[in-house]
């Protein structure tokens, strides 16, 4: 059974700095893009950014919102993906999902359980 | 960025109904790249449908998708109880970029 599981959300002040983990199970992560999408509170989703896999080069692509200020990366040897997030702005509050992407990296087929980030 | 407009913001109907849930491009978009979604209350998004009209595992054929290049359409045949709850399509570009629509609530009338 595929399973992510976020943690290191929290309550934070404007300007300060967060890092979240999504620990992934019950498949392949090595092989496999993942993603990860935010949903502010009542507000629908937004793409965050993805890292590829490290056998496709493990780079990353970023929203324009967040360019700059959030870096993705990933730990194969943990099956771990991580958010780091900088500079953060009131409007950076939401829940954040990680995600397995699936297809070609067309859609995200596993979503973990998402943690709250409130910048405030 | 390509924006995806859903359509209507709400859709009230009875169980055992037919929804029609449409996603409108503002370009052209690949139909291998085009997906939605079901959200229920404090639940994390699920995939229903990818490709544009594949079901992903799991998911009843009472629910598939249809369209091409700017116009996209969710159908959920016949209406279970369980089947209310907001509904996304989301898309990828040639940047790589994904954007998601606003969401289609359906709602039980």
């Known amino acids: 059974e595929v399973q992510l599981v976020e943690s290191g959300g929290g309550l934070i002040k404007p300007g300060g700095s967060l890092r979240l983990s999504c620990a992934a199970s019950?498949?392949?992560?090595?092989?496999?893009?993942m993603a990860w999408v935010r949903q502010a509170p009542g507000k629908g989703l937004e793409w965050v950014g993805r890292i590829k896999s490290t056998s496709s080069g493990g780079t990353t692509d970023y929203a324009a919102p967040v360019k700059g200020r959030f870096a993705i990366s990933r730990d194969d040897s943990k099956n771990t993906l991580y958010l780091q997030m900088n500079s953060l702005k009131t409007e950076d509050t939401a829940i954040y999902y990680c995600?397995?992407?699936?297809?070609?990296?067309?859609?995200?087929?596993?979503w973990g359980q998402g943690t709250l980030v409130t910048v405030s | 960025e390509i924006v995806l407009t859903q359509s209507p913001g709400t859709l009230s109907l009875s169980p055992g109904e037919r929804a029609t849930l449409s996603c409108r491009a503002s370009q052209s978009v690949t139909s291998s790249y085009l997906a939605w979604y079901q959200q229920k209350p404090g639940q994390a998004p699920r995939l229903l449908i990818y490709g544009a009209s594949n079901r992903a595992t799991g998911i009843p054929d009472r629910f598939s998708g249809s369209g091409s290049g700017t116009d996209f359409t969710l159908t959920i045949s016949r209406l279970e109880p369980e089947d209310f709850a907001v509904y996304y399509c989301q898309q990828r570009d040639t940047s790589l970029s994904w954007t998601f629509g606003q969401g289609t609530k359906v709602e039980i009338k």
């Open positions: 995600t397995r992407t699936f297809s070609s990296d067309s859609s995200a087929s596993s």
């Open positions: 019950g498949f392949t992560f090595t092989s496999t893009w």
